[in-house]
């Protein structure tokens, strides 16, 4: 059964970090090209950062740019958000998504989420 | 801000047809496939349709998705109660590299 759990989420003051991780199982987790998405209360979805299989390749929302740091550690089945200079307008519930395989982008599993509160 | 534009609200009664748009532009929808997320309150989003029109193993064929030039929509048909959710459409964006969300519309079922 395919499983991702996020953790690391919690209160944090502007200008703040956290570091978020996602734990898989159930699938090979270096074949996957992996995301995070993150929903601000009440709002909509934003995706916010992918990684390529081998963590070589990186992509963010413009939103994030400089700001936040995706990894993956494959030999422990993890993904990671860095995030740095943390404001009020990231506070939000932050998904971690695996990429399906083949042509179309889209995400087939998600975690349940964590919760980021950005607040003094 | 989404770049992919969809209805706030949709509603209907029990075995009614119900769609949704999606209004993109030619680097997201225009240039790539389309997908469908449902997302029941509290829950974590869910994979409705992909590629434009393909429905994932368990997903009942009352749905269906469609795309037509930089456009796209969702279709429910025989609406159930348990098809209250919010459904947002979803593509990669090439002009911003990067994936891209629709505003989200919120279904209710009368």
């Known amino acids: 059964e395919v499983q991702l759990v996020e953790s690391g989420g919690g209160l944090v003051q502007p200008g703040g970090s956290l570091r978020l991780s996602c734990a898989v199982s159930?699938?090979?987790?270096?074949?996957?090209?992996m995301s995070w998405v993150r929903q601000a209360p009440g709002k909509g979805l934003e995706w916010v950062s992918g990684v390529s299989e081998t963590g070589g390749t990186t992509h963010y929302a413009d939103s994030v740019k400089g700001r936040f740091t995706i990894s993956r550690d494959n030999s422990k089945n993890t993904l990671h958000l860095q995030m740095n200079s943390l404001r009020a307008e990231d506070t939000a519930i932050y998904y971690c998504a695996r990429r399906a395989r083949g042509q179309s982008y889209n995400f087939d599993y998600w975690g349940q989420g964590t919760l980021v509160t950005v607040s003094s | 801000q989404s770049v992919l534009t969809q209805p706030p609200s949709a509603s209907g009664t029990p075995g009614q047809r119900v769609t949704i748009s999606c209004s993109g532009s030619s680097s997201n929808i225009g240039g790539n496939t389309v997908n469908w997320y449902h997302q029941l309150p509290g829950a974590a989003p869910k994979l409705l349709i992909y590629?434009?029109?393909q429905r994932p193993s368990g997903v009942p064929d009352r749905f269906s998705g469609s795309k037509s030039g930089t456009s796209a929509s969702l279709a429910i048909s025989g609406l159930q109660s348990e098809d209250e959710a919010d459904y947002y459409c979803?593509?990669?964006?090439?002009?911003?590299?990067?994936?891209?969300f629709g505003t989200g519309t919120k279904v209710t079922v009368l």
């Open positions: 590629s434009n029109n």
């Open positions: 979803a593509a990669w964006d090439g002009s911003l590299n990067g994936y891209v």
């Open positions: 159930g699938f090979t987790f270096s074949s996957y090209v």
